[in-house]
């Protein structure tokens, strides 16, 4: 019963390049949602997404930071040119619905960028 | 502006001792209220949720908490901390009809001393 699915753990990239981040929620789930937390910070929303659709991005950056959910395969949350300062735990969640259900984090994905 | 505080952002108590987080919320409606632990380089644990209902509710690792409407509050309480539960804790909110959004609290760190 595998629980929502992140790879890579850690992620170490230089500035300029593409970081790719993949999610797989947990099996009968069809919500996705990306969080990121900054150092010495709390968690803030990025993207909730629902198969081949983008529901909510307004915590995204306005550049350089997409997501998807496609009808096959993982959540991907991408960041073209990345900086410094986009080094961050980046957390992918999961619920069956919207409507107050349990929403079930993974481990995180620990961005670097040197 | 809708907002969660967690006013304590570090908390020490000893082992045996017993334990409050606090956790205040700003919203026109009840909200969904949830709080998660998270260990150094870990993902978010689900401890408890309120939903509806009795307005005390019990979560894993013996934690529970306390839904307070005339105070917009849903502290966190456990009667004997553990050494083990040194962690950082969140509360979070999500508004309802807002989707599954959360929105943290910028978190309680506790300090457990044997």
């Known amino acids: 019963n595998a629980g929502v699915m992140q790879n890579p753990r850690h992620l170490v990239r230089r500035r300029g390049q593409e970081a790719r981040l993949r999610c797989s929620p947990m099996?009968?789930?069809?919500?996705v949602y990306w969080y990121r937390q900054l150092p010495e910070e709390g968690l803030k929303f990025m993207v909730y997404?629902?198969?081949?659709?983008?529901?909510?991005e307004s915590g995204m950056p306005k550049e350089r930071f997409s997501a998807e959910f496609p009808k096959e395969g993982p959540s991907i949350l991408r960041i073209q040119q990345v900086v410094r300062g986009d080094s961050a735990a980046y957390f992918c969640?999961?619920?069956?619905?919207?409507?107050?259900?349990?929403?079930?984090f993974g481990e995180g994905s620990w961005l670097t960028v040197v | 502006a809708q907002s969660v505080t967690q006013p304590d952002i570090h908390i020490t108590v000893s082992e045996g001792a017993s334990l409050e987080l606090r956790c205040n919320y700003s919203?026109?409606?009840?909200?969904?209220l949830f709080w998660y632990v998270q260990s150094p380089g870990q993902g978010l644990q689900l401890l408890l949720k309120?939903?509806?209902?009795?307005?005390l509710v019990q979560g894993i690792k013996g934690f529970e908490a306390e839904f307070k409407r005339s105070q917009s509050s849903f502290n966190l309480r456990k009667p004997s901390v553990h050494w083990s539960d040194a962690a950082e804790y969140f509360c979070?909110?999500?508004?309802?009809?807002?989707?599954?959004?959360?929105?943290f609290g910028t978190g309680t760190q506790l300090k457990v001393e044997l």
């Open positions: 969640a999961s619920s069956p619905e919207t409507g107050g259900n349990t929403i079930y």
């Open positions: 099996k009968g789930h069809s919500h």
């Open positions: 997404l629902q198969k081949e659709n983008i529901i909510d």
């Open positions: 919203y026109g409606a009840t909200p969904y």
């Open positions: 309120y939903f509806s209902g009795d307005t």
């Open positions: 979070a909110v999500v508004v309802t009809g807002g989707g599954n959004k959360l929105t």
